[in-house]
């Protein structure tokens, strides 16, 4: 069986398990969440749906860089509204 680590951030781990040719265990990606508020957490992910996650997660991000920048732009503009009130 072959192993790989694809990285770490934070307490999250993401490992690729190469399917195992004697047996019936496909191919799989565990995502190892540790020391969570419940414990340790660990999701196996058979590589479809790791392809799929990889194909949407993208997106998903850039959605919430966007809203976080239309969230810095409102409060910019509230705080330049409040100053122009003050003055």
């Known amino acids: 069986m072959m ?3 694809s990285g770490v951030w934070g ?11 004697e047996s019936a265990d496909p191919a799989y990606v565990r995502v190892r969440l540790n020391e ?7 999701l196996f992910l058979e590589i479809e749906d790791v392809r799929y996650l990889a194909e949407v997660l ?3 991000v850039m959605a919430h ?4 920048h239309v969230r ?7 705080k330049s509204a409040a100053k122009s009130r003050a003055a």
């Open 72 to 78: 810095a732009e409102q409060v910019a503009a509230e």
């Open 3 to 5: 192993f790989v680590s």
């Open 11 to 21: 307490l999250t781990v993401a490992e690729y398990l190469e399917e195992v040719h």
């Open 65 to 68: 860089d966007a809203a976080e």
């Open 58 to 60: 993208p997106g998903l």
């Open 36 to 42: 969570t508020s419940g414990g340790d957490v660990n």
